[in-house]
């Protein structure tokens, strides 16, 4: 008892084998008990052992039958360990387990030498033996008795047997054979059965020991043995050999003749399981295969052999069975670590698992080649011993391949070889790496003017394949300015969809379009976003009437046109100016008389709104003509506005003796007097202002007349003007002057139009000229440059580059008649029409011409420059039959004409003759006249 206290004592034992870490323990240790401090050992920090994820690993399926505390790193039993099971009759029990760390992997191999206790006891096979012996047997004789059998080895195993005392035997034992020596001859007469006790006692502490009854039959004389013919038997077998297949024949003869001659075979002392796999043949000795022979389970197999005469004799010999491994086990591969799921932003080289190979086979059989076979950024890298890192060997992108189903293959090198497959789901974990990307470039939105605030304009639309909240987007505004107010203000954008609303409504005539900023941004950790253009386009509606800037509404002001009596058919006789301030075909205007006083008198130009003659106006019309007329737009519905013209057929206001008398309205016949008074003072001072200019151009070289001193228009008060002789004949008395008005919407002018005019966009030697004279000068120079260079053609326009809701015709309007809609304008031809308008309204409220703008043009207050007129009007000349046209052939043609009638070429002589303008054929008259006297 002391002896076993003091092997447990020293139960941890360890050493160095090899450079291996070995330890030394007893068996049938309880589960949990120390073996030892690995950690220590291998100088291991035991703080570290379960992040690296500490574990014993064993070869296949088998037992490890020991485990680590990962908390101190201790080294303790996990399973019940026999050494009798595990290493049978082997003096030495060793045991070879791994110990395996992770990140990095690191392997570290050690030995369990398993020491045996005295657990169990010597045993004989069978409860008794048999011996039958001829009393013939002679003193001194020996038998063989089968030696007691101990699972347990060394001191622990069958150290001595004990004899009962008896009358005819002693024993005669050594650590291999076992005889009974006859000491005293038999006497089969006195006793024909003898039974002796034989005793077998172990080594151990305690001392354990096993009991057998020999029966001794008493027979007559046997005196020869069976002998084998080898002592030791052996012989090689391949694993997995087919039941039946012989392994050895083992062959004994007898000297003896008849029946004690007569050999039988049979097994020894054998274990059980070796029965069930092997079998003998009783009469010939052939030892067979009954049973599954497994390499990876007996290697080796030690067998007992007995062979008896007919009289009892027998004889034993050994024989040795070798298990020859056979490539019948494919490799089979452990997942030993594994990062699922793996970043998609993982650099090439990075570890994402281990796994380990093995295969239960030895040698060459033993050997394992493990490869992946599918195209995946992912290899396979040998490390220790079967152990393999899964390593990554390319840029992983979530949005192509989320998940990897890796498979792979273990091939041995056996022959033939085997293989075995493992497939690894391997998913990729998503990283915020991809913006959110708009489905278009820019996103044009088109909404009608008037709209409800809250109405949809459009939706924008994003993608972001990053996964969950990396690929939600979420839409905003950036922040911005729409004519000075926050672009929030005008459209909001809901987050979740991308639709845009409108906040307020719009109105086409202040706001024609604009741009916003829309942010599509994702909830990643750094969010991403993308930004992308909106551009939205407020089309018209046709909720503006038209606007006539002349003649003023009725009731406004008092508006009178004079008409010469001597005006023919065709002739100018005013015009009607509106504008509209929607676009397109809803800012196309017509003019229609709705009402006058003569239906057949006068008719207005549907596009142009022109009043011309039908007729030769004769003694018998009326002197008072009163026309109501109407402008409407193309839209849909139509809008109209209507005025009223008044026309005086008289040569000069003292022909109109009624004038005072004359009323629109009752109410406003005191206005009208004093305009008509004022009408004579300001005609008065104007005609004497003209006299002096000429009396100053008389003196000068006659030079053409320009409208226009540059890009400013100069109001024609201060100017000579272009005039056309008129003879005094039929009702006509007087001499008219009459300027030629170059409107907004006229192309068949040279002058282009760049501002209008005021006080500020005056030149600086403009502003500071203040007579006459100083305009007349630099007319001068500018009507000698018109004299000496050609209109230039590319100021005007074709006929496709026209707008003109109200000036469109290709012609005059006499021949054009009711023609089709021109193209709607551009905005360069609006901006430039808009400020010639302004020209030609500040030139029309400061020019005084008995013929054309009549009389509420010049004097009335709400005629300013904030009424801009209609900028497609025709140039007119009234008084005239002719229209200057906007088709290209014709503006040259009438240019030339004009340029020879209105501007001859100057004279060689030193004093010029004043200009004379286009003749009418009241002045062809009167020349003629001239020309007989």
Not at 300 to 329: H, Q
Not at 567 to 572: I, M, R
Not at 849 to 862: A, D, H, K, V
Request: net charge negative; proline share 6%.
């Amino acid at each position: 008892m002391e002896r076993r206290m003091n092997c447990l004592v020293f139960l941890l034992l360890w050493h160095f084998v090899c450079g291996d870490v070995s330890y030394s323990f007893h068996e049938e240790m309880k589960r949990g008990s120390l073996i030892g401090n690995i950690a220590k050992d291998l100088k291991l920090d035991p703080s570290k052992l379960s992040s690296r994820n500490a574990r014993v690993d064993a070869a296949g399926n088998r037992k490890r039958y020991c485990d680590i505390n990962l908390s101190t790193g201790d080294l303790i039993v996990a399973d019940r360990i026999d050494r009798e099971e595990l290493c049978g009759e082997k003096l030495s029990c060793v045991i070879k387990r791994d110990l395996v760390l992770e990140n990095p992997l690191e392997l570290h191999p050690f030995s369990l030498h398993i020491q045996d206790i005295n657990d169990n006891s010597p045993e004989f096979n069978g409860e008794s033996i048999n011996i039958e012996i001829r009393e013939s047997a002679v003193k001194g004789a020996r038998f063989v008795i089968e030696e007691a059998h101990d699972a347990d080895v060394g001191q622990n195993s069958v150290q001595q047997y004990s004899l009962k005392k008896n009358d005819h035997f002693i024993l005669e034992a050594n650590r291999n054979t076992v005889e009974l020596v006859l000491d005293k001859e038999l006497d089969r007469e006195k006793q024909e059965d003898i039974n002796l006790v034989l005793t077998a006692l172990d080594g151990g502490s305690p001392q354990r020991s096993g009991t057998v009854v020999i029966h001794v039959t008493v027979l007559d004389a046997n005196d020869n043995a069976p002998v084998f013919s080898q002592a030791v038997y052996k012989a090689s077998l391949p694993e997995n050999s087919p039941v039946d297949t012989v392994v050895v024949t083992v062959s004994a003869t007898d000297a003896d003749e008849g029946i004690n001659g007569d050999v039988t075979y049979d097994f020894g002392h054998v274990s059980e399981d070796v029965k069930k796999v092997f079998s003998i043949d009783r009469k010939n000795g052939k030892i067979k295969v009954s049973g599954v022979i497994d390499f990876e389970t007996v290697t080796t197999y030690d067998l007992r052999i007995k062979a008896k005469d007919g009289l009892g004799l027998s004889s034993y010999t050994k024989v040795t069975i070798d298990v020859l491994d056979v490539n019948d086990n494919t490799p089979v591969i452990y997942v030993k670590s594994l990062a699922n799921p793996v970043p998609e932003n993982v650099s090439p080289g990075t570890e994402v698992g281990i796994i380990n190979v093995k295969d239960a086979d030895s040698d060459s059989n033993q050997l394992v080649r493990c490869s992946i076979q599918q195209n995946v950024p992912f290899k396979l890298v040998p490390s220790i011993k079967n152990y393999y890192s899964v390593v990554s060997t390319g840029q992983l992108d979530r949005e192509l391949v989320s998940d990897y189903n890796i498979t792979i293959t273990a091939t041995d090198e056996g022959s033939p070889p085997l293989s075995s497959s493992k497939s690894v789901q391997l998913s990729v974990a998503d990283i915020n790496d991809n913006p959110p990307v708009f489905e278009e470039q820019s996103y044009s939105a088109y909404v009608s003017e008037n709209n409800k605030a809250g109405s949809t304009l459009c939706s924008v639309t994003a993608r972001d394949p990053d996964w969950r909240q990396n690929g939600t987007v979420v839409y905003s505004l950036l922040a911005g300015e729409v004519n000075g107010a926050p672009v929030s203000s005008y459209v909001s954008v809901n987050g979740d969809t991308g639709v845009i609303h409108a906040v307020r409504s719009f109105d086409y005539e202040q706001l024609r379009s604009f741009i916003v900023q829309v942010m599509a941004r994702d909830n990643g950790s750094p969010p991403l976003s993308s930004n992308v253009t909106v551009s939205v386009f407020i089309s018209d509606v046709n909720d503006n009437c038209p606007q006539i800037l002349y003649p003023a509404p009725e009731g406004n002001s008092f508006m009178t046109e004079l008409v010469p009596k001597a005006a023919h058919g065709g002739s100018l006789v005013s015009k009607v100016i509106a504008v509209d301030a929607d676009s397109g075909q809803n800012a196309w205007l017509s003019y229609h008389i709705v009402k006058s006083t003569d239906p057949g008198l006068f008719t207005i130009g549907v596009h142009s709104g022109e009043i011309r003659t039908q007729r030769d106006i004769s003694e018998s019309d009326s002197m008072k003509q009163n026309l109501i007329v109407a402008v409407k737009d193309n839209g849909q519905p139509s809008l109209s506005a209507t005025c009223s013209m008044y026309l005086l057929i008289s040569d000069n206001l003292a022909e109109v003796p009624e004038l005072k008398d004359m009323s629109y309205d009752e109410k406003n016949s005191k206005l009208t007097s004093y305009l008509i008074i004022a009408l004579v003072c300001v005609s008065t001072f104007f005609l004497t202002f003209i006299i002096i200019i000429l009396g100053v151009r008389f003196c000068r070289r006659r030079k053409p007349r320009l409208l226009f001193d540059g890009a400013v228009a100069i109001p024609s008060a201060y100017l000579p003007p272009n005039y056309a002789d008129v003879d005094g004949t039929g009702t006509l008395r007087s001499t008219y002057n009459y300027d030629a008005y170059l409107t907004a919407g006229s192309r068949t002018s040279d002058f282009k139009f760049v501002t209008s005019y005021n006080d500020n966009t005056l030149p600086a030697d403009q502003t500071l000229r203040k007579s006459p004279s100083d305009f007349a000068d630099s007319f001068g120079e500018l009507e000698g440059t018109l004299e000496q260079k050609p209109p230039n053609n590319d100021w005007r326009f074709t006929q496709g580059q026209r707008p003109g809701p109200s000036g469109a015709t290709g012609g005059p309007e006499v021949a054009m008649g009711t023609g089709p809609w021109p193209q709607p304008p551009t905005e360069a031809e609006q901006l430039q029409a808009l400020m010639a308008a302004a020209n030609e309204v500040s030139e029309a409220t400061a020019t005084l011409g008995p013929g054309t703008m009549g009389l509420s043009t010049r004097y009335s207050p709400q005629f300013t420059l904030q009424h801009v007129p209609d900028y497609r009007q025709n140039v007119y000349i009234p008084g005239s039959t002719a229209t200057l046209t906007s088709n290209p052939q014709q503006q040259q043609a009438t240019a030339q004409q004009a340029t020879q009638q209105a501007l001859p070429p100057p004279q060689p002589s030193a004093q010029q003759e004043p200009p004379k303008a286009a003749q009418t054929p009241a002045s062809k008259k009167k020349s003629t006249k001239k020309e007989k006297k």
